[in-house]
């Protein structure tokens, strides 16, 4: 069965109805929140459906498009997801309850790649630091999504205080490369895997600059609070974009996270897909750090593995 693809929001009444058969193998359907549908998180969600539809028939995954981490959070929180793909940094604030008004209760089933934290400028624009952004207009993400907290968070850790020191709009990544395009706004941000197609368009006409981003991971909490919220410094890699090669940003860790509640057989699926089918699951073009092998996937920083995915490793690994 071909995995399901909807690209409209999830609706109460899509239940994710998974149920166990006569046997040991589960059925039904998995509800699964991605990202924009231009963005990573999509094209990985759409490689893990038709991958989990392949290898158990009775299983299908319907990937859902939305505007990133934050709205998938709610979306797990309300029942609305089964499964979905998020920030490291975003599952541990909400957690904490310091991302939504109440804590949310999270499980991973592993961390699966690198998102790098992109913030693009125009080429012939004066702006090389972050600092340099003060009375600029920026897109940090749409609302709803991990790089729109994430966008907020580096321009304070910069010491400018976002909608006042530097005026912010809240855009899907096409949006907000036709409004840089434009020159309506100067920079964007987005967290992602590079290259992210709309940036790629962007780099060749009007032409981007990224900004160095590194400097600015100190700022965001002590190394065992970065550690736990999947936080480390990388580099841009040289064939992501024309001229972004070596730029030192900040990368977040990526899970495939769940409730506490998802079927134990469910995530000893999901978990041993991950595993096994490593190499079908990376979007062709992706370039740089992928974490999908099981040295990384139980590196999940603060968010516990579910107890179906730790039964599955140590069923596979020892």
């Not at 490291?88 to 939504?100: I, N, P, Y």
């Not at 020191?165 to 987005?190: E, M, T």
């Amino acid at each position: 069965m071909a995995a399901a693809v909807a690209t409209a929001g999830l609706g109460a009444a899509a239940a994710g109805d998974v149920f166990r058969g006569g046997g040991t193998e589960p059925g039904g359907v998995l509800r699964l929140a991605t990202g924009e549908p231009t963005a990573f998180y999509e094209a990985f969600g759409r490689l893990l459906a038709a991958q989990l539809s392949a290898d158990h028939p009775g299983l299908t995954c319907v990937v859902h498009t939305t505007a990133g981490s934050v709205s998938n959070i709610r979306l797990l929180r309300d029942g609305r997801a089964d499964l979905a793909l998020v920030l490291t940094d975003s599952a541990l604030t909400a957690q904490q309850g310091k991302l939504l008004p109440r804590p949310v209760p999270l499980r991973a089933i592993g961390r699966v790649y690198e998102t790098y934290l992109q913030f693009a400028v125009r080429a012939d624009s004066p702006v090389r630091t972050v600092a340099d952004l003060a009375g600029q207009p920026v897109s940090l993400g749409a609302t709803g999504s991990g790089a729109a907290d994430m966008g907020a968070r580096l321009l304070r850790a910069a010491g400018m205080t976002p909608g006042t020191d530097v005026p912010v709009r809240h855009l899907r990544l096409d949006a907000a490369a036709d409004a840089l395009r434009a020159g309506s706004i100067l920079g964007l941000f987005v967290a992602g895997g590079v290259p992210l197609p709309a940036l790629t368009a962007l780099d060749r006409r009007p032409g981007l600059r990224f900004l160095p981003l590194a400097g600015l991971l100190p700022r965001l909490g002590g190394a065992a609070a970065r550690s736990a919220s999947g936080l480390e410094q990388v580099s841009l890699p040289p064939d992501a974009y024309r001229t972004a090669g070596g730029v030192a940003t900040i990368g977040v860790s990526n899970l495939l996270v769940c409730r506490p509640d998802l079927d134990p057989a469910v995530a000893g699926v999901m978990t041993r897909l991950l595993v096994t089918r490593a190499p079908a699951l990376v979007p062709p073009d992706a370039v740089g750090a992928q974490f999908l092998d099981v040295r990384s996937l139980i590196s999940t920083g603060g968010i516990a593995l579910h107890p179906g995915a730790v039964a599955a490793y140590r069923d596979l690994h020892g």
